[in-house]
């Protein structure tokens, strides 16, 4: 498999990369896992990414696109490559703050 098609939900954090976001690497952590249990309960998570993400993706519902190998930051790569279609990860920790990511192709 040479690239893979994911959508995700980012939160910023005050210092994490290109960063603008006033909220604490705490307040990030604690809102990112709310997020992740309401998606576990049911929720859209394409409707959860145009409401709370940072990143410009999230008025797509978070569709960053494909991508192939080397495109994404490490911890993100490896987890959208290591999931099946349809499948939402965990809190991901990378440089530019938390995601949940959902593979969607």
């Known amino acids: 498999m040479s690239t893979v098609r ?3 939900i980012l939160l910023m ?3 994490s990369a290109r960063s603008t976001a006033t909220r604490s ?3 990030a952590e604690q809102q990112i896992n709310a997020l992740a249990e309401q998606i576990r309960g049911g929720a859209d998570f394409g409707d959860l990414a ?7 993706s999230g008025a797509k519902g978070g569709d960053l696109g ?4 080397g495109q994404m930051v490490k911890p993100f790569e490896v987890a959208a490559f290591g999931m099946d279609v349809g499948q939402v990860s965990g809190v991901i920790e990378t ?3 938390y995601h949940i990511i959902k ?3």
């Open 66 to 69: 494909s991508f192939g190998k």
């Open 95 to 97: 440089d530019f703050g």
């Open 25 to 27: 690497k705490a307040e």
């Open 13 to 15: 954090y005050q210092g």
């Open 103 to 105: 593979r969607t192709g």
């Open 6 to 8: 994911a959508s995700h």
């Open 50 to 56: 145009k409401a709370n993400s940072d990143c410009p």
